[in-house]
């Protein structure tokens, strides 16, 4: 399958599914190469899950297709340009490439937050518009103190 083939799959999942009332109408694939490893799209409203963005449900598919946390060799296909929380997982994931469709300005127009979270991240923390406050930042560093010295961590 051509990166055609698979973006028009992202966009039928993305109209099919907001036509059934699953989600709003955001599709995602994740591909290798021409082998389609999974498919997202949007459930946040059929599964009370402001998570389950249509790039998040993919990822989620994709490595428990493939048994790992690191999805390098793969690409995604979404509908729209994915919001910071997709995109942050993203790069978790380690995709190799993102093509998307619409843009945050496009989902702007039509009420989605994407742009307006854009916006919120590059503010210090104290500026954003919900408040944000640093507390007991000593005592949760023991944690990464202790992580630091683990021999046998997984490094993600």
């Known amino acids: 399958m051509s990166a055609e083939s698979h973006m028009r799959r992202a966009i039928a999942l993305s109209l099919d599914m ?3 009332g699953k989600g709003g109408p955001f599709g995602a694939v994740i591909a290798q190469g021409n082998t389609v490893i999974a498919e997202g799209f949007n459930q946040v409203t059929s599964e009370n899950d402001p998570t389950a963005h249509a790039e998040m449900v993919a ?5 428990r297709a493939l048994g790992r946390f690191d ?3 793969c690409e995604i296909y979404t509908s729209c340009e994915p919001c910071p929380m997709c995109l942050g997982a993203i790069y978790w994931a380690r995709l190799d490439r993102i093509y998307y469709a ?3 300005h496009d989902a ?3 009420g989605f937050r994407d742009d307006f979270l854009y916006r919120e991240i590059p ?3 104290d500026q954003r518009a919900i408040p944000t406050l640093r507390l007991l930042p000593d005592e ?3 944690a990464f ?4 010295q683990k021999p046998d961590k997984v490094r993600y």
């Open 71 to 73: 999805l390098a060799g």
């Open 18 to 20: 907001m036509r059934s």
């Open 59 to 63: 990822i989620r598919r994709a490595c």
């Open 123 to 125: 503010l210090p923390p």
């Open 102 to 104: 619409n843009d945050r």
């Open 140 to 142: 949760g560093f023991a």
């Open 145 to 148: 103190a202790e992580w630091q």
């Open 108 to 110: 702007a127009t039509i």
